[in-house]
Structures are given as structure tokens and as C-alpha cells.
């Protein structure tokens, strides 16, 4: 039986360096050469997921198909490796001592006082491990949030010292740094690099592997510099600077021989290097693209892209696959009105509707899907962007000037989009909510078919309101068509306007199942309805 190799992502001197992507480029090349590889990430935080975070302090929540809130960076690995991820690919502090706590209370521990070294290290590396020993991957990944000092990140550097102790070759430390360019004295400066190095040593974790972070290219001299004084290998040294896009970095760290590197160390045949043929022409066609389509998205988070990171790199995907270069507006819901929104989208191809909870924002959306509906504008809803599509529809079409979710107002005489009664009752913020993947049957004869080709499909969801079966035959004879619907609890997931270029609401999100090479069918029927207007 094959060995699993062990690989660990740490930071340092700064967050946002990007782990999350180096990491996935890592998977990419070894994927491409060949090998069964996944990724995941530990969050040094309490919470036992982000389901509940603002995403002002965390950015978008990921969802697995299995129906766990992850981290956002799952998100980067399912799209460059087309892989599928899990609850065990995201693990939190929270949920690290949760588990210990429970089994203490059980007894598991048979009386012993317990303590962060060995049974909190003990049961991080049973998580990091059980990737590997369950599903028998050659590589787990693993990328440690946060940055290498942080009080939060301790038991996590302890415990990759264990595993590297444990595993010898099998497990390799690779460190991304930030190495800034002083304006003043028009230098690169190493300094803070050595130290990140540094306070890595002082936790018994030497790094094999540097990858550093820089807006400037860095020279030869400078990266053997880092070697000498971080005690790796001149070759172990990776430059990261700034690319036009984040699909880029794969291609940059197999020029540097990255995989090589890895390959070498963990004592594998390098081999032949992949062409990574479909990936490069991803990009030549994404360079090749000379006109735009501009997309606006309308939402309450726009100060913060991360919060909507999974529908941009669907848009981005979509549009490349288009022959298009993706341009995007950001409108906040909270500042339009019907005096202004004719104003606000002069110019724009199509409309993204945004999910999100809450009152907040949600009239400039109704605002938006009117607006967008009238001038047979391509529009498409996800989530809450679907319901209000379906609540301003109600209001103004059907005559239901109340018309509301009862997350608004729980009062409404008009519910189109209710809770269901059997969640009514549940008090847990995760456990009212529909999680994860579920079946869809497609109706043949919808736009919506038009874009999947097959009338059953599965998406994930991240919701606990529902369109209210009670006025779907109301909806379907004023044109609004339910033409997605959960085939065993007969819940709609997808609601169109046949007679518009694109007017889709999806109750499920569709962003988090595109990939670079896989473009989801939803995005690639919106992007080319927006082409085409």
C-alpha cells in the first residue's frame, strides 16, 4: 500500500499572502502529475465553524457537499483541483476541543488531567491523518490559518513537529512570507523573513521549503541570500509575486521546479513535467479575450469582494469560457431606489442578484430585480437574490402589495417564501438552515434546461427559507415559472421567466460547484445572455 505524503502550509510577517493558493497550486501540480491529492485547512479560531462569522470578519462561507460551513479557501481547492471537499477538509480550534472535551466527559481518558500536549496535539494530527489513512490520498495538504507567531497557532506548529518527527520524508514544511519593498531605500528587505524563520525554529518546525511573497521580482542573489540564513536549499526558494490572476501560479511555481523540489524530497520519481495542456489554455484564452462583459452585482457586502468570492471566480470562469474578459460592478443594495437604478445600470450586460440574510439591503434588491425584469435585462438570482425575485414578482405582478418572507416580517398576509413548519421549532442558528447537496429534477422545457442538458442535477444549499408551495400555480400563470423542484420534498429550487434572455433564481448556489476547467451551465447561460443583450 502507497505511503501518504504529508505537506504543511504555514504563513508568516503578514496575513492574506495568499496560503490558500499556494496550497492549491501544490495540489495542481501534483495532481497533474499524476497523483490522488487533497487539501485542507485548520482554522485557529474557537468557533466551531464560520457558518455564524460576519462576513466582514471572515469573508464568504464555503459549503461542502456534505453540508459543512467551511472556510473560503475550499473553495480555491475544489476549483483548482475539481475535487470535492468534506467536513474533514476544514477543522477548526473549536471543534478540536470540542471533540477532546466530549470524550472526556465520556471517560475516553480514563481519568487523566488533560492537557494541550498530548491530547489537544494528539487529536489535530488524528485530523490531519484521517484524510490519508481513510481515503488513501498520496498528498493531504494541510494549510495552517493565521500567521506563524499567533498565540491561537501553537498547538498546530507542535503538532506538525510531532508528525515530522514521526514521518521523517514524509512530511515537508512549506513557509510563505512576505518580503517588503522599502520606497525610501529602494530595496527588498529579507529581514522580516528571517525572522518568521526564526520564531518557525524556535517551535522545532524547520521549514524545507520558502515561498515568498513579494510585489517586485526578486533576484538570485536575494533568494540565495534567504537560503544561507533560513538553512534551506538554494532550489527550496520560491519567488510569489503579484500575477493577473490567481490561475497563474500554478504555472510560475512548476517554472520554478516547485513539484520537483517536493518530489525530491519526499523521495518520489520526478518524471516527465506535465504539459498542463487544458490549464494553459485556460489562460491563453483568458489573455486571448479582447472584450469585456460587464456584470453588476448587487448586494450589502460590496466593500468586501471575499464576501461574494466564489460567485466572482464563477463569473470570471464563465467569461473566459465566453471569450470574454469579466468586468464588475459593485452596487450596494442598501443605496438603490427606483430614482436611481436606470442610472446604475447604464452600461451593464447582466445582474447578479446576491445571496445573504437579513433585512438590511433587501429593498434595493427588489428594486433591482424589477427594474432588471421590465427591460428584459439578464439577471440572475441566488439564494435570497432568488426569493426576491419571487417576492417583487408577487408585489407587482401579482397584486400582493404585502407580499414578504417571513424572515422580514413574520407577520406578512402574503408569505411567498416561508420557513418550514418542521424547522419552526428548531433553535440551533446551523440547524435550521438546508446544507449541502440535494437532488433537483430540471423541466425539459426551461432556459434552465437549456443550460444543464439533463433534467436532474444535484447543487448545494445554504438556506432555511423556502418559496411557498401555495402560490406556485399563482406564480405560474402570471409567467413566472417553477421549473426546478426537489423531487422528494417537492421544495422549488429554481424559478425562471421563460420569456426574458435570462431571469433564473436559484434557491441553491450555484458558484460553489464552477471549476476552472468545468465552468458551471448556469454561469456560462447567464454570461453569454449578458454577450448577447
Not at 155 to 166: A, D, G, V
Request: hydrophobic share 35%.
Amino acid at each position: 500500500m502507497a505511503e501518504t505524503r504529508y505537506i504543511f502550509v504555514t504563513g508568516g510577517v503578514a496575513s492574506s499572502l495568499g496560503k490558500g493558493i499556494i496550497s492549491s497550486s501544490i495540489g495542481k501540480l501534483l495532481q497533474s502529475r499524476g497523483y490522488k491529492v487533497t487539501i485542507q485547512k485548520f482554522d485557529p479560531y474557537i468557533n466551531i465553524d464560520p457558518g455564524t462569522l460576519n462576513p466582514y470578519e471572515h469573508g464568504e462561507c464555503y459549503v461542502t457537499v456534505d453540508g459543512h460551513e467551511a472556510d473560503l479557501d475550499l473553495g480555491h481547492y475544489e476549483r483548482f483541483l475539481g475535487i470535492q471537499t468534506t467536513k474533514a477538509n476544514n477543522i477548526t480550534t473549536g471543534r478540536i476541543y470540542n471533540n477532546v472535551i466530549k470524550k472526556e466527559r465520556k471517560g475516553d481518558y480514563l481519568g487523566k488531567t488533560i492537557q494541550v500536549i498530548p491530547h489537544i496535539t494528539d487529536e489535530i494530527i488524528r485530523n490531519i491523518q484521517l484524510l490519508g489513512n481513510k481515503y488513501k490520498f498520496d498528498f493531504v495538504i494541510t494549510e495552517i490559518g493565521g500567521t506563524v507567531g499567533d498565540i491561537e497557532s501553537l498547538p498546530y506548529l507542535e503538532s506538525i513537529r510531532q508528525m515530522k518527527r514521526r514521518l521523517g520524508k514524509n512530511a515537508i514544511s512549506v513557509h510563505l512570507t512576505y518580503v517588503p519593498f522599502l520606497a525610501a531605500a529602494k530595496e527588498l528587505k529579507t529581514k522580516p523573513t528571517q525572522h518568521s524563520v526564526k520564531e518557525l525554529q524556535s517551535f522545532g518546525v524547520q521549514p524545507d521549503i520558502l515561498v515568498l511573497r513579494s510585489e517586485h521580482k526578486l533576484n538570485d542573489t536575494l533568494k540565495k541570500k534567504v537560503a544561507l540564513f533560513c538553512n534551506v536549499s538554494d532550489s527550496a526558494v520560491i519567488e510569489s509575486v503579484d500575477m493577473p490572476t490567481i490561475y497563474e501560479v500554478p504555472i510560475r511555481m512548476q517554472e520554478q521546479g516547485l513539484d520537483e523540489t517536493i518530489l525530491k524530497m519526499v523521495g518520489l520519481p520526478i518524471g516527465k513535467r506535465p504539459e498542463m495542456k487544458e490549464w494553459r489554455e485556460f489562460l491563453a484564452r483568458r489573455d486571448a479575450a479582447k472584450s469585456t462583459v460587464n456584470i453588476a452585482l448587487v448586494g450589502k457586502y460590496v466593500q468586501l469582494q471575499d464576501a461574494y468570492k466564489s460567485i466572482l471566480e464563477s463569473l470570471s470562469h464563465a467569461a473566459t469560457h465566453n471569450d470574454r474578459k469579466l468586468e464588475v460592478t459593485y452596487l450596494n443594495s442598501e443605496q438603490l431606489t427606483d430614482e436611481n437604478i436606470s442610472e446604475k445600470l447604464e452600461g451593464i450586460d447582466g445582474v447578479v442578484i446576491c445571496p445573504g440574510f437579513g433585512q438590511r439591503g433587501i429593498t434595493g434588491k427588489y428594486v433591482a430585480a424589477k427594474y432588471t425584469r421590465m427591460h428584459n435585462l439578464p439577471t440572475f438570482g441566488i439564494c435570497l437574490g432568488m426569493q426576491c425575485m419571487a417576492i417583487e414578482f408577487a408585489r407587482n405582478v401579482l397584486g400582493y402589495a404585502d407580499a414578504n418572507s417571513t424572515e422580514m416580517d413574520d407577520q406578512t398576509a402574503h408569505n411567498v417564501i416561508d420557513i418550514m413548519e418542521e424547522q419552526k421549532s428548531i433553535t440551533n442558528m446551523g440547524g435550521t438552515m438546508r446544507l449541502g447537496a440535494y437532488e433537483c429534477t430540471v423541466d425539459t422545457n426551461s432556459k434552465t434546461f437549456e443550460a444543464y442538458q439533463t433534467t436532474s442535477i444535484q447543487e448545494r444549499h445554504r438556506h432555511r427559507y423556502e418559496f411557498n408551495n401555495k402560490y406556485r400555480e399563482r406564480f405560474e400563470k402570471k409567467g413566472m415559472r417553477c421549473v426546478g423542484v426537489n423531487p422528494d420534498s417537492d421544495l422549488v429550487e429554481i424559478i425562471e421567466i421563460s420569456d426574458l434572455k435570462f431571469y433564473i433564481g436559484t434557491q441553491f448556489h450555484p458558484e460553489y460547484s464552477s471549476t476552472v476547467l468545468k465552468p458551471h451551465p448556469l454561469f456560462l447561460s447567464f454570461i453569454k445572455a449578458a454577450i448577447n443583450k
